[in-house]
């Protein structure tokens, strides 16, 4: 997915929602290796009625000067 549709649908996921929307990061790993960078993000999702844990994991490159996101997967726990 391309970043301005991502931003978007996070946009209208807040919107959408009956209670305000709080993402904590419980923990950070990262690996960097040259110009590569992996990061996992284990986070926690307050939905005002209930809260679900999950992980973000980032790929990121360093190019033009500038560490850019290159692929993102999040899963939420079950």
């Known amino acids: 997915m391309e ?3 991502f931003l978007e649908s996070q ?4 919107a959408s929602s009956p ?3 709080k993402e904590v990061p419980l923990s950070t790993e990262v690996t960097i290796k040259g110009n590569l960078a992996h990061v996992n993000v284990y986070w926690e999702l ?11 994991f980032f790929t990121l490159v360093f190019a033009e000067g ?5 692929a993102l997967v999040f899963n939420q726990e079950s």
């Open 11 to 14: 946009r209208q996921a807040h």
């Open 66 to 70: 500038r560490w850019q996101i290159i």
């Open 19 to 21: 209670h305000p929307l």
């Open 3 to 5: 970043k301005a549709p």
């Open 46 to 56: 307050d939905r005002g009625t209930d809260r679900v844990r999950g992980h973000d």
